[in-house]
């Protein structure tokens, strides 16, 4: 046997898929209702954020005072992003990716 078979043969042990089965820890359900509800309630928090910017900008426009709303609109889109994945990475994390 070569020295060149002996590391293929050694690779393909190695190479071998172990099964695994994830299993979600205990109370993992009410950890992720809890994070599902929280997502959610951010998620309208920033809607009812971007509609008041919507209104502040327009009354900026209107009367001339200094305009804030655009940074309402960053905060309020980013806090979305940040809620929208939330969920996502606690149920991966939680269920093991599966």
Do not use: C
């Amino acid at each position: 046997m070569t020295t060149a078979n002996a590391v293929g043969e050694a690779l393909t042990v190695l190479a071998q898929q172990i099964p695994i089965t994830p299993k979600p820890p205990p109370g993992s359900d009410r950890l992720i209702n809890l994070v599902n509800y929280l997502s959610w309630i951010v998620m309208l928090a920033g809607i009812a954020a971007l509609i008041y910017a919507g209104g502040k900008f327009g009354w900026e426009r209107f009367h001339g005072g200094a305009v804030e709303s655009p940074k309402i609109i960053l905060g309020a889109l980013v806090g979305g992003i940040i809620a929208t994945s939330a969920g996502g990475i606690m149920n991966a994390v939680v269920t093991g990716g599966g």
